[in-house]
């Protein structure tokens, strides 16, 4: 029985049709801006999400250390979810490179609230790093890939600007965020100033990310992309990979979300499993076991045949995503089920 492995939408492989788009690819120097098919997913990436540019980089990581690093400066300080991406997994990328501190903020599910913006926002006062920028998270990962009402989203950001502070999103998963939420990704994008979505999760291309902003943050941005080694060469393949999953890949993120669904109300529905139902909106799968440890709960399942990642000291996560079918689904709770009988 082959094995379904639901550790992360980050394992997707590109389909057929995908590999011949990159193979058909036409190529140029990145670096001097060359590459017409880069060129074309950045123009229409900036278009779909209703920005004036956009970069390619090479990871959500990078997007979202170049949408900090053109938005504070060393010494500043910036917000973030306590459990974001950015503030847990990014390996201190805005502190290393940029000098840049962040402020992590506790939230109940992720969405933080236009008061604890507010009362996160520095005073002026000679002690105190002055706050440059916020980040939200959208879809957010550790908070069991909860998407963004549009409206908190709106308010929070307002918030932020009329304090006068610069807005990343980090839309690793932002067309989850869409899909789920009905929302244009134009006025989910439109919160923010800089926004950051990957290729690479749920939308199955092999590699990259995109950075989307004004103008000038972009052209600033793409300084730090080289500074960081960043900056590519014939990397059309990857470009037209990207524009594959822009155009083809987007819509079929809703049989993820209702894979995931049918794999959390099973979860739910075994004891010794502890899941938030009301969080499961996109296409992850965030949950707790009480009769054994995650790792072995791991390593238990994969035995079987599914594999699943512990995400933090208690939490696992199984992730549905392009390649995994509704009876990989049934494969998974199967799985589930005979370990914790058998624990
Ligand atoms: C919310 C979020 N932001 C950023 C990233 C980083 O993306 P990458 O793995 O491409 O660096 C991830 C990766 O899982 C993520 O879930």
């Given at each position: 029985m082959p094995t379904v492995d639901l550790?992360?939408?980050?394992v997707t492989m590109p389909s057929p049709e995908m590999r011949r788009a990159m193979a058909d690819a036409e190529l140029g120097d990145d670096v001097w801006g060359e590459d017409p098919t880069i060129n074309r997913l950045q123009e229409v990436a900036a278009e779909r999400l209703g920005k004036e540019a956009a970069l390619f980089v090479s990871s959500g990581t990078m997007g979202n250390l170049l949408g900090i690093l053109v938005s504070a400066r060393s010494g500043q300080e910036i917000i973030a979810d306590a459990d974001s991406h950015t503030f847990l997994s990014e390996t201190g990328g805005a502190a290393a490179l940029g000098g840049i501190q962040i402020m992590p903020v506790r939230t109940a599910a992720g969405i933080m609230t236009a008061e604890q913006v507010a009362e996160a926002i520095r005073v002026d006062d000679v002690h105190h790093p002055r706050t440059a920028a916020i980040a939200f998270e959208d879809t957010h990962n550790y908070h069991g890939g909860i998407a963004w009402p549009l409206e908190a989203l709106r308010a929070a950001s307002a918030e932020a600007h009329r304090n006068g502070l610069s807005v990343h999103l980090d839309g690793a998963r932002l067309f989850n965020a869409a899909v789920a939420t009905g929302s244009d990704v134009r006025e989910i994008a439109a919160c923010a100033d800089t926004v950051t979505f990957c290729?690479?999760?749920?939308?199955?291309?092999?590699v990259g990310s995109v950075l989307a902003g004004p103008e000038e943050k972009i052209a600033e941005a793409r300084r730090w992309r080289k500074m960081l080694g960043g900056g590519m060469r014939e990397i059309g393949m990857l470009g037209a990979a990207g524009l594959f999953a822009l155009e083809n890949m987007v819509d079929r993120l809703a049989e993820d979300h209702a894979n995931a669904r049918t794999l959390a109300e099973g979860l739910a529905e075994m004891e010794g499993i502890t899941l938030d139902?009301?969080?499961?909106?996109?296409?992850l799968v965030v949950f707790e076991v009480d009769r054994m440890a995650p790792a072995a709960f791991v390593a238990e399942c994969e035995k079987r045949g599914v594999k699943g990642a512990q995400i933090s000291r208690r939490q696992l996560r199984f992730v549905t995503h392009y390649g995994v079918t509704a009876a990989d689904v049934q494969q998974a709770l199967k799985a589930v089920g005979e370990v914790l009988g058998a624990a």
């Open positions: 550790r992360s939408d980050t290729l690479s999760k749920g939308l199955a291309a092999p139902l009301s969080r499961v909106q996109t296409n």
